[in-house]
Antibody
């Protein structure tokens, strides 16, 4: 079975950095584009970013509003995708989901349970 | 950035009724449109991708249609477990989600 497990969330002060990790199992990790979606408490879904599979250059893209602070990367040898978040703001508080995308379509076929990030002083 | 607008914001229906949800894009997304269902406290679930393809395990009462800028998710006959929030998403240009449509029991 496909499984995605996020880690790295927690309480962090505004202006600090945090790196989230997501480890996949049950599939050939390097064959899939991977992404991140977040959800603020009581709000809707927000696309954060994704990274192409290695055979397509493993190039990342982030939401335009986040690209100066958030970067997605991957390490296929560890079956892990990362989200580096810098200069965190209180509005970055939320549940961060890791997703495995359908190749060529971008839809999130599989989702992790999420890791909670709280930005507060 | 491509903006997605969903209507209505809330849909009040009874079990057995047909639900029609709309998603409109500010510019063409061709067929790179997906639909998700989210129930309270649960992880979102992919229903439809490529505008009309049902994801694995999704019942046939869920169907998607449209292309370009106008899309529809139809639930042919609502089951009790279908009352939830539904989001559309485009991934042709980075990615964006619509604000969601809540389908509630009338």
């Amino acid at each position: 079975d496909v499984q995605l497990v996020e880690s790295g969330g927690g309480l962090v002060q505004p202006g600090r950095s945090l790196r989230l990790s997501c480890t996949g199992s049950g599939f050939t990790f390097g064959d899939y584009p991977m992404g991140w979606v977040r959800q603020a408490p009581g709000k809707g879904l927000e696309w954060v970013g994704f990274i192409r599979r290695t055979s397509y250059g493993a190039t990342p893209e982030s939401a335009a509003s986040l690209e100066d602070r958030f970067t997605v990367s991957r390490d296929d040898s560890k079956a892990t995708v990362y989200l580096q978040m810098n200069s965190l703001k209180t509005e970055d508080t939320g549940l961060y989901y890791c997703i495995r995308e359908i190749q060529g379509q971008g839809a999130g076929e599989y989702w992790g349970q999420g890791t909670l990030v709280t930005v507060s002083s | 950035e491509i903006v997605l607008t969903q209507s209505p914001a809330t849909l009040s229906l009874s079990p057995g009724e047909r639900a029609t949800l709309s998603c409109r894009a500010s510019q063409t997304v061709t067929n790179h449109l997906a639909w998700y269902q989210q129930k309270p406290g649960q992880v979102p679930r992919l229903l439809i991708y490529n505008a009309f393809n049902r994801a694995t395990g999704i019942p046939v009462r869920f169907s998607g249609s449209g292309s370009g800028t106008d899309f529809t998710l139809t639930i042919s006959s609502l089951e009790p477990e279908d009352f939830a929030v539904y989001y559309c998403q485009q991934r042709i240009n980075r990615g964006t989600f619509g604000p969601g449509t809540k389908v509630e029991i009338k």
